[in-house]
Protein backbone atom coordinates (compact mmCIF):
# COMPACT_ATOMS: atom_id res chain seq x y z
CA UNK A 1 0.00 0.00 0.00
CA UNK A 2 1.20 3.59 -0.69
CA UNK A 3 2.41 5.63 2.01
CA UNK A 4 2.35 2.71 4.60
CA UNK A 5 5.88 2.71 6.05
CA UNK A 6 5.70 -0.71 7.08
CA UNK A 7 4.97 -1.89 3.65
CA UNK A 8 7.92 0.05 2.18
CA UNK A 9 9.87 -1.70 4.52
CA UNK A 10 8.61 -4.92 3.55
CA UNK A 11 9.38 -4.09 -0.26
CA UNK A 12 13.14 -3.36 1.38
CA UNK A 13 12.37 0.60 -0.02
CA UNK A 14 13.34 1.59 3.61
CA UNK A 15 15.96 -0.56 5.38
CA UNK A 16 15.25 -2.54 8.24
CA UNK A 17 16.89 -5.45 10.32
CA UNK A 18 15.26 -8.49 9.54
CA UNK A 19 14.92 -11.38 12.23
CA UNK A 20 12.74 -14.18 9.90
CA UNK A 21 11.23 -14.07 6.84
CA UNK A 22 8.84 -16.16 5.01
CA UNK A 23 6.09 -16.62 2.53
CA UNK A 24 3.15 -14.71 4.74
CA UNK A 25 4.85 -12.75 7.32
CA UNK A 26 8.48 -10.24 7.95
CA UNK A 27 9.80 -9.44 10.94
CA UNK A 28 12.18 -7.34 12.24
CA UNK A 29 13.45 -5.20 15.06
CA UNK A 30 11.85 -1.85 15.95
CA UNK A 31 14.05 1.41 15.48
CA UNK A 32 13.09 2.15 18.92
CA UNK A 33 13.47 -0.54 21.22
CA UNK A 34 12.03 -0.57 24.82
CA UNK A 35 13.56 -3.59 25.90
CA UNK A 36 16.79 -5.84 24.70
CA UNK A 37 14.27 -7.62 22.58
CA UNK A 38 12.08 -5.96 20.85
CA UNK A 39 10.57 -7.30 17.17
CA UNK A 40 7.98 -6.71 15.17
CA UNK A 41 6.14 -9.23 13.46
CA UNK A 42 3.87 -7.99 10.16
CA UNK A 43 1.77 -9.53 7.75
CA UNK A 44 3.61 -9.14 3.78
CA UNK A 45 -0.04 -8.53 2.86
CA UNK A 46 -1.22 -5.03 4.12
CA UNK A 47 -4.06 -5.42 7.07
CA UNK A 48 -4.55 -2.05 9.00
CA UNK A 49 -5.57 -3.50 12.23
CA UNK A 50 -6.23 -6.67 14.05
CA UNK A 51 -9.83 -5.93 13.38
CA UNK A 52 -9.28 -6.20 9.70
CA UNK A 53 -7.90 -10.16 9.77
CA UNK A 54 -10.32 -11.81 7.90
CA UNK A 55 -8.28 -15.20 7.01
CA UNK A 56 -7.82 -17.18 10.22
CA UNK A 57 -4.41 -18.76 8.32
CA UNK A 58 -3.10 -15.16 8.22
CA UNK A 59 -3.02 -15.23 12.48
CA UNK A 60 -1.27 -18.70 12.35
CA UNK A 61 1.06 -17.93 10.08
CA UNK A 62 1.83 -14.43 12.48
CA UNK A 63 1.79 -16.82 15.86
CA UNK A 64 4.61 -19.28 13.61
CA UNK A 65 6.82 -15.78 12.95
CA UNK A 66 6.03 -14.78 16.62
CA UNK A 67 7.53 -18.56 17.89
CA UNK A 68 10.56 -18.25 14.87
CA UNK A 69 11.47 -14.74 16.86
CA UNK A 70 10.96 -16.32 20.04
CA UNK A 71 13.32 -19.02 18.60
CA UNK A 72 15.98 -16.81 16.79
CA UNK A 73 16.41 -14.36 19.79
CA UNK A 74 16.85 -17.12 22.16
CA UNK A 75 14.19 -16.11 24.48
CA UNK A 76 12.19 -18.76 24.59
CA UNK A 77 12.76 -20.54 27.77
CA UNK A 78 13.52 -17.19 29.51
CA UNK A 79 9.92 -15.57 28.67
CA UNK A 80 8.75 -12.58 26.53
CA UNK A 81 5.85 -10.48 25.52
CA UNK A 82 3.40 -10.05 22.73
CA UNK A 83 1.38 -7.20 22.24
CA UNK A 84 -0.97 -6.32 19.42
CA UNK A 85 -2.05 -2.43 20.07
CA UNK A 86 -5.13 -1.77 17.80
CA UNK A 87 -6.79 1.16 17.02
CA UNK A 88 -6.53 4.98 18.73
CA UNK A 89 -6.43 3.94 22.04
CA UNK A 90 -4.93 0.88 21.90
CA UNK A 91 -1.95 2.86 20.93
CA UNK A 92 -1.92 1.56 17.25
CA UNK A 93 0.44 4.65 15.44
CA UNK A 94 1.08 2.46 12.35
CA UNK A 95 -1.63 1.57 10.61
CA UNK A 96 -0.53 -2.05 9.52
CA UNK A 97 -1.31 -4.69 11.58
CA UNK A 98 2.58 -5.79 13.67
CA UNK A 99 2.89 -7.58 16.76
CA UNK A 100 5.67 -6.42 19.37
CA UNK A 101 7.97 -9.48 20.30
CA UNK A 102 9.43 -8.04 23.84
CA UNK A 103 12.04 -9.70 25.97
CA UNK A 104 15.79 -10.21 27.60
CA UNK A 105 14.81 -8.58 30.76
CA UNK A 106 11.79 -9.01 33.24
CA UNK A 107 9.31 -6.52 32.27
CA UNK A 108 6.90 -4.04 34.16
CA UNK A 109 3.94 -5.88 35.43
CA UNK A 110 1.81 -2.61 34.25
CA UNK A 111 -0.18 -3.67 31.14
CA UNK A 112 -1.62 -0.33 30.94
P1 LIG B 1 2.53 0.95 17.46
O1 LIG B 1 2.51 2.06 18.46
O2 LIG B 1 1.86 1.35 16.16
O3 LIG B 1 2.00 -0.34 18.00
O4 LIG B 1 4.05 0.66 17.18
C1 LIG B 1 4.73 1.08 16.05
C2 LIG B 1 6.17 0.69 16.27
O5 LIG B 1 6.86 0.83 15.06
C3 LIG B 1 6.90 1.56 17.30
O6 LIG B 1 7.39 0.74 18.34
C4 LIG B 1 7.99 2.24 16.49
O7 LIG B 1 9.19 2.39 17.21
C5 LIG B 1 8.15 1.30 15.30
N1 LIG B 1 8.59 1.96 14.08
C6 LIG B 1 8.04 3.07 13.52
N2 LIG B 1 8.68 3.39 12.39
C7 LIG B 1 9.65 2.46 12.22
C8 LIG B 1 10.66 2.26 11.22
O8 LIG B 1 10.80 3.00 10.25
N3 LIG B 1 11.49 1.20 11.39
C9 LIG B 1 11.37 0.34 12.45
N4 LIG B 1 12.24 -0.68 12.51
N5 LIG B 1 10.44 0.50 13.41
C10 LIG B 1 9.60 1.55 13.30
ZN1 LIG C 1 1.17 -1.60 4.87
Known sequence: MEDCIFCKIIAGDIPSSRVYEDEDVYAFDDIEPQAPVHTLVVP??????????DDNSLWNSMLKGIREVARIKGIVESGYRVVVNCGEQGGQIVMH???????GKRLDDKMG
Open 97 to 103: LHVHVLG
Open 44 to 53: KMHVATLNDI
